[in-house]
């Protein structure tokens, strides 16, 4: 059982991080105006039977084990000024993992991020440059199947704006950013995302999006996919597709619906998602 504990342990860590990708549709390098609020709400749910070892070699989990995690999330973005945001994200999982005679379940807060984001430029207010800073703080104590424990910090460069070039409804946005933990062995990351979508009406109520997207993590501790080492995993990497729907009632409330998909990994559950989340705006 100490194989299944282990990948376990690797799809908590990789759920959370998908699950995240898919909740970020609304967001971006698009500027928030000086008090206003934006609130999303969102649930997400994640599959996986099946997974790529340290060679990146497929195969089904062994005693036909099924993982599935059901994310309760809520982000929020204040605009300060013109140039600054605060913003905020807080999830809560709920995680399942059944397989012949064995099952495990965990829930619980997972990391609360806080962070600021400053719109460094704009082109003609049609192209927008951000940098962003985020520090992790995580909810919960000796629990690695919640996430490694450790805080951290994460920086971030956006570019976002219209695609005039392909058509006056498209958009696009390009982010990448590196995350450090800051325990023992506590791994780097670089997170990398491009989004292309267009309008579907000329009232701007329907959008479609595309996602290309992936994540890399490395740390000096626990280099290989050993069944026998029950930590959470470190080193990884996967890229994922998404598409999502999004539809807007009025200009303070939206809905979205995604689904992704991953592409390849290493370390990783070969996983699907689907998420439906809400943006607020009240004021």
Request: with cysteine; charged share 15%; net charge positive.
């Amino acid at each position: 059982m100490k194989f299944t504990t282990t990948w376990l342990k690797y799809l908590l860590v990789t759920a959370v991080l998908f699950i995240a990708s898919l909740n970020n549709s609304y967001a971006g390098g698009f500027p928030v105006r000086p008090g206003s609020l934006l609130l999303s709400p969102s649930v997400s749910y994640f599959f996986a039977n099946k997974g790529w070892d340290s060679l990146r070699r497929k195969n089904p989990f062994s005693n036909n084990g099924q993982f599935t995690s059901i994310s309760n999330s809520l982000y929020m973005e204040y605009g300060i000024s013109k140039r600054f945001t605060f913003l905020a994200s807080l999830p809560y999982v709920i995680n399942n993992y059944v397989a012949d005679n064995y099952t495990s379940k965990s829930q619980g807060a997972t990391d609360l991020e806080t962070g600021i984001r400053y719109y460094l430029a704009n082109i003609n207010y049609t192209y927008y440059f951000t940098i962003q800073g985020t520090f992790i703080t995580p909810l919960y104590q000796n629990n690695p199947s919640l996430g490694y424990g450790e805080k951290g910090a994460e920086l971030k460069f956006s570019f976002a704006g219209s695609a005039h070039f392909l058509g006056k409804n498209c958009y696009f946005t390009a982010e990448n950013g590196v995350r450090q933990y800051f325990g023992d062995g506590g791994p780097i990351q670089d997170r990398y995302n491009a989004t292309f979508g267009l309008t579907l009406d000329r009232r701007f109520h329907q959008q479609m999006s595309v996602s290309i997207g992936g994540f890399y993590s490395t740390s000096s501790l626990n280099k290989g996919f050993d069944p026998k080492k029950l930590v959470s995993n470190k080193n990884f990497a996967f890229n994922q597709a998404s598409i999502t729907y999004g539809y807007s009632f009025t200009r303070r409330f939206s809905t979205f619906i995604s689904a992704g998909t991953f592409i390849n990994g290493r370390n990783t559950g070969d996983g699907s998602s689907a998420s439906l989340s809400f943006v607020i705006r009240p004021f």
